[in-house]
């Protein structure tokens, strides 16, 4: 079987033909396991974390630097760090999505973080892999491993833009 490396998550996966997503950098297979894995296949349960994983994935397939990935990466990586640093609960974290993309859009845009973290320690396939059902914890470990390796360059932006924000 032919295998290709996930450019977001680096994950050695099948090599597919199946549909991608328009702006997350994640190959055809590793979105086929995202998109499976949210849609309850296998199920994801409801413990610690749970609601992290679409941000976990989108903060760790960044994509290839349009405006629109961007964004998308600074949002998500901004709702781990409040999640996981300032203890902002699921609820508070939908409208906390909204606040920050305005405030991105106030000031022109988020610049593109870079470097993009050489090594993941989990990813997706880490939580699938714990499945049926998912081992507890596991989702919130992987959305703690997608921050710190985020915030193993970028600690001092990513907590000046949560405090712009929260502040705004």
Known sequence: ???????????????????????????????DVYTRALAGDPPLGSGPGVNLVVDAYAAQHPGEGSPQATQSAAVHILVLHAAIHHQVGAGELVRLRTRIVEW??????????????????????D????????????????????LAAWEGEHHDRVAGWYQAVASD
């Open 127 to 146: 939580v699938v892999a714990a499945a049926p059902p998912v081992r507890p914890g596991v989702a919130q470990d992987y959305a703690d491993s997608v």
């Open 1 to 31: 079987m032919k295998t290709e490396p996930c450019p977001g998550c680096r994950a050695e996966l099948p090599t597919s033909d199946g549909p991608t997503h328009r702006y997350i950098g994640a190959s055809a297979g590793c979105w």
């Open 104 to 125: 991105g859009r106030r000031q022109g845009g988020f610049p593109r973080l870079l470097p993009i973290p050489a090594r993941w320690d989990l990813t997706i396939h």
